[in-house]
């Protein structure tokens, strides 16, 4: 009985619109993880999207949050959306979903990361107690206190020189460190003039560019003025991409964000998340969607285009297009 209830809750939601997250510790709190996808938002009427967004969970509990948007995206404000994310101590690899119910009110459903769904409140983070606090600092105090009054009593029993003594001895020491400092700071200029001479006869002897030459690389810096990636898709690519190393760390930002990627023929355009992390960046969600709808081929070579700080133009090469040129 217990299943027919969970699979009739789950036929009934169904007809209504939903969308869902997948919770990563490196970015719970950024602005991608709030945005809202664009095809859930554009099915929202203006009547609904009047209200102010409430989520509840199962047990009762609910959070107001404002909804507010950027050139790109709907996205939740901060100040709910941490609230909520606090309160149920979500963390990485966890999935929420979120089942419009009309006027902006969400029922959400948590699962965990060993994918059983949750269903009584969780306790959330805490944090140090106040007088536990207070008590570590009292400590680290009494402690600079004594070592302030062992390093007196070192000075004064001739343990430890005082500053102006230090000080005295340096000036006396200064004029024979001098002497020295002049005399490699000399030999150091004559090595860097020789080898300085060295490298203008090299460079002196090296033949000229000729103007065919000079014309190939300027076209190469013509082509190469919009940053760009190739890339030969495999079995694995199809279901989401990795970013080439160089390339990341080159013109991909730190934190993770959603891309818009366009068709070279203006065929469609696909929101895909950029998911960064320190072994590898790459694109995640909207990705499977944008290799079905393109279409993108196992053995197709893939190159994108980073005409805006957010949005990229794929051009492909079909695998079979190749084989045909080499017959």
């Given at each position: 009985?217990?299943?027919?209830?969970?699979?009739?809750?789950?036929?009934?939601?169904?007809?209504?619109?939903?969308?869902f997250k997948i919770f990563q510790s490196a970015d719970l709190f950024s602005e991608s993880m709030r945005a809202m996808p664009y095809n859930f938002m554009k099915n929202i009427s203006k009547e609904d999207f009047s209200y102010k967004m409430v989520i509840r969970a199962q047990w009762g509990s609910s959070w107001e949050v404002d909804i507010s948007m950027n050139?790109?995206?709907?996205?939740?404000?901060?100040?709910g959306w941490n609230q909520f994310v606090t309160d149920n101590a979500l963390g990485e690899n966890e999935f929420v979903t979120f089942t419009h119910k009309g006027l902006m009110r969400f029922n959400v459903n948590i699962y965990g990361k060993n994918g059983?769904?949750?269903?009584?409140?969780?306790?959330?983070?805490?944090?140090?107690?106040?007088s536990k606090l207070l008590r570590l600092i009292l400590h680290e105090?009494?402690?600079?206190?004594?070592?302030?009054?062992?390093?007196?009593?070192?000075?004064?029993?001739?343990?430890?020189?005082?500053?102006e003594d230090v000080k005295k001895e340096d000036?006396?020491?200064?004029?024979?460190?001098?002497?020295?400092?002049?005399?490699?700071?000399?030999?150091?200029?004559?090595?860097?003039?020789?080898?300085?001479?060295?490298?203008?006869?090299?460079?002196?002897e090296k033949p000229k560019p000729s103007n065919k030459k000079k014309k190939k690389m300027k076209r190469k810096?013509?082509?190469?003025g919009v940053p760009e990636f190739e890339i030969t898709i495999t079995n694995s690519y199809l279901k989401f991409l990795a970013i080439p190393k160089k390339f990341e760390e080159a013109y991909i930002p730190d934190e993770s964000k959603v891309y818009m990627i366009h068709h070279s023929e203006g065929k469609g355009s696909w929101e895909v998340?950029?998911?960064?992390?320190?072994?590898?960046?790459?694109?995640?969600s909207g990705w499977c969607r944008l290799a079905r709808e393109y279409p993108l081929s196992v053995g197709d070579r893939c190159t994108f285009h980073l005409v805006k700080p957010d949005e990229f133009v794929l051009t492909t090469k079909k695998a079979r297009e190749e084989?045909?040129?080499i017959e």
């Amino acid at each position: 009985m217990g299943w027919n209830r969970g699979f009739g809750r789950v036929k009934d939601e169904r007809k209504n619109l939903s969308f869902f997250k997948i919770f990563q510790s490196a970015d719970l709190f950024s602005e991608s993880m709030r945005a809202m996808p664009y095809n859930f938002m554009k099915n929202i009427s203006k009547e609904d999207f009047s209200y102010k967004m409430v989520i509840r969970a199962q047990w009762g509990s609910s959070w107001e949050v404002d909804i507010s948007m950027n050139p790109r995206f709907y996205y939740m404000e901060k100040s709910g959306w941490n609230q909520f994310v606090t309160d149920n101590a979500l963390g990485e690899n966890e999935f929420v979903t979120f089942t419009h119910k009309g006027l902006m009110r969400f029922n959400v459903n948590i699962y965990g990361k060993n994918g059983k769904e949750i269903v009584t409140p969780r306790k959330p983070h805490t944090t140090t107690p106040f007088s536990k606090l207070l008590r570590l600092i009292l400590h680290e105090t009494n402690e600079i206190v004594m070592k302030n009054q062992l390093v007196t009593l070192m000075i004064q029993t001739g343990g430890i020189k005082k500053e102006e003594d230090v000080k005295k001895e340096d000036e006396s020491m200064g004029v024979g460190v001098e002497i020295e400092v002049q005399k490699k700071k000399r030999a150091v200029e004559v090595g860097e003039s020789s080898r300085g001479a060295a490298l203008k006869k090299k460079k002196a002897e090296k033949p000229k560019p000729s103007n065919k030459k000079k014309k190939k690389m300027k076209r190469k810096k013509v082509k190469n003025g919009v940053p760009e990636f190739e890339i030969t898709i495999t079995n694995s690519y199809l279901k989401f991409l990795a970013i080439p190393k160089k390339f990341e760390e080159a013109y991909i930002p730190d934190e993770s964000k959603v891309y818009m990627i366009h068709h070279s023929e203006g065929k469609g355009s696909w929101e895909v998340f950029c998911l960064v992390r320190q072994t590898r960046t790459i694109f995640s969600s909207g990705w499977c969607r944008l290799a079905r709808e393109y279409p993108l081929s196992v053995g197709d070579r893939c190159t994108f285009h980073l005409v805006k700080p957010d949005e990229f133009v794929l051009t492909t090469k079909k695998a079979r297009e190749e084989i045909t040129v080499i017959e």
